[in-house]
C-alpha cells in the first residue's frame, strides 16, 4: 500500500493542476449575473461530475494502458512530460489566459443554458492534465485498497476546488491580481518538481528494465 508521503504527494499533485486559485476568476466569469446561490449550485454540480470522470479514469486508467500496450513506465514518463508542460503554462501565465479565453468562446459560441457540466466539469476541472495526472496515479495505486485511496484524494481535491469556487468572488477580492499571480506561479513551480519526479522515476524503471 502507498504510504503517507506517496498519497500526499498525489494528493498536491491532483490538486496543483485543478488549480482552485486560477479557477475561481474563471468560474466568476462563467456564472455573471447568477445569485450566490446559484453559483453554489453550478459549483457542487460541476464537482460532482468531475468527481464522476475522474473517478473513472482512476479505476479503468491501469486497463486502457494494456489495452494500448503502453507499459507503466512509459507513462510515467509521458505524463510527467505533460505535467511539466502544464506547470510551466502555470508559471509564465499562459494557463490563465488559455482557460479565459476557451471559456468565453464556448458560452458566446454555443449559449450554454447548464454550464456546469460543460465547460466547467470538462474541460475546466476533469481536462486532458488531470485525467493524465489520476492515470498516472493509478499506475502507483494499483491494488483495489489503493484504488479506494486514490478515489478518495480525487474527492478530497475536487472537494477543495468545489469549496474554493463557493468562496470565488471573496478570495478573487482578498488576493487581487498580484496576489493570484504568485500563488498559481508558486503551485507551478511545485508541480514541475513533482512532474520532474514522475519522469525520473519512469526513466530510471525503462533503462534498469
Known amino acids: 500500500m502507498p504510504g503517507y508521503e506517496t498519497i500526499l504527494n498525489a494528493f498536491l499533485t491532483l490538486l496543483v493542476i485543478l ?34 470522470i475522474l473517478t473513472i479514469f482512476a479505476i479503468a486508467g491501469s486497463g486502457l494502458l494494456h489495452l494500448f500496450g503502453i507499459t507503466i513506465d512509459a507513462f510515467r514518463v509521458a505524463g510527467g512530460l505533460l505535467l511539466f508542460w502544464i506547470a510551466a503554462e502555470m508559471i509564465f501565465e499562459k494557463r490563465q489566459a488559455r482557460k479565459q479565453n476557451s ?41 483495489p485498497i489503493a484504488r479506494v485511496e486514490l478515489i ?22 482578498f488576493l487581487g491580481q498580484t496576489g493570484q499571480a504568485v500563488l498559481i506561479r508558486l503551485l507551478g513551480v511545485l508541480l514541475a518538481a513533482l512532474s520532474v519526479q514522475y519522469v525520473a522515476d519512469g526513466a530510471r524503471a525503462l533503462f534498469a528494465g
Open 103 to 143: 471559456a468565453a468562446q464556448t458560452i458566446t459560441k454555443d449559449h450554454i443554458t447548464d454550464i456546469s457540466a460543460f465547460p466547467l466539469a470538462i474541460p475546466l476541472i476533469a481536462g486532458p492534465g488531470s485525467i493524465s495526472a489520476v492515470v498516472l496515479l493509478s499506475t502507483t495505486f494499483s491494488s
Open 19 to 52: 488549480d482552485p486559485p486560477g479557477n475561481a476568476p474563471v468560474f466568476l466569469g462563467l456564472t455573471t449575473g447568477m445569485s450566490g446561490s446559484q453559483r453554489l449550485q453550478v459549483a457542487l454540480r460541476g464537482s460532482v461530475f468531475a468527481f464522476v
Open 152 to 173: 478518495a484524494i480525487i474527492f478530497s481535491a475536487i472537494l477543495a476546488l468545489c469549496a474554493t469556487l463557493a468562496v470565488a468572488a471573496r478570495l478573487n477580492r
